[in-house]
Every structure is written in structure tokens, then in C-alpha cells.
């Protein structure tokens, strides 16, 4: 998952930009891949079908771009594999995109993520 901060309608076209990146750098890369050869699908399809799977709704547009920002935040303040664990960790904990993003800025701005 690559990540750049900028409008919403960019993301898809870094992911993209990622999977030719990433070609062939590790198993776990190669392993993923195969899972989505000949099944291109757009994000909002992709989550849609995950959140049915998973029962639940898939996020609206403005939760889907702050979770986008929480993630790029975490990748650009830490490592690139922090911005996925960083979304996982926000939902674990119950918080809200917007309470997550909020404790992500706090957090990269070198305050403390829990507002003390």
C-alpha cells in the first residue's frame, strides 16, 4: 500500500504506481499479487464486497478519505507498513476516522496521541 497525501481522487493512481513499484521486490509481494491478477476493481467495489463479507457497511466517502489521511500520516511519520496496522488499530480501539485522524496529527505533530 503506497500512500500520498494530496486530494482523495489521487489515491487510486498511487496504488497503481505501487504495484509496478513493488514487482517482484519479496515473496509477500508476489503472494498478494496473485490474489488480485485479472481482478482490478475499483475501491469502492473492493470495499463494498469486503464489508459484506465481513458484515458490516463499507466506510462513507468522508470517513474513506480520513482514513486515507490517518494512513498517510502514519506512513510518512513512521514506516510504510505502519499506515495499514495504524487504520487496524484505530477500528480495534472503536475510534471514529475523525477521532482517529485527530490522535494521528497529534501524534506526528510529536504530541501525545491520547490529547494529555
Known sequence: MVLIR???????????????CFAGRSPARASSRRYSQGMAQSIQ???AGFAA???????TREELDMLLELAGIAA??????????TCWLAGRAGLAPRAALAAGKRLAAGGEANGS
Open 76 to 85: 510518512h511519520a513512521s514506516e510504510r507498513p505502519a499506515a495499514p496496522i
Open 53 to 59: 463479507e465481513i458484515g458490516t457497511v463499507p466506510p
Open 6 to 20: 494530496g486530494a482523495a481522487s489521487r489515491w487510486l493512481l498511487a496504488g497503481q504506481a505501487a504495484g509496478a
Open 45 to 47: 467495489d473492493w470495499l
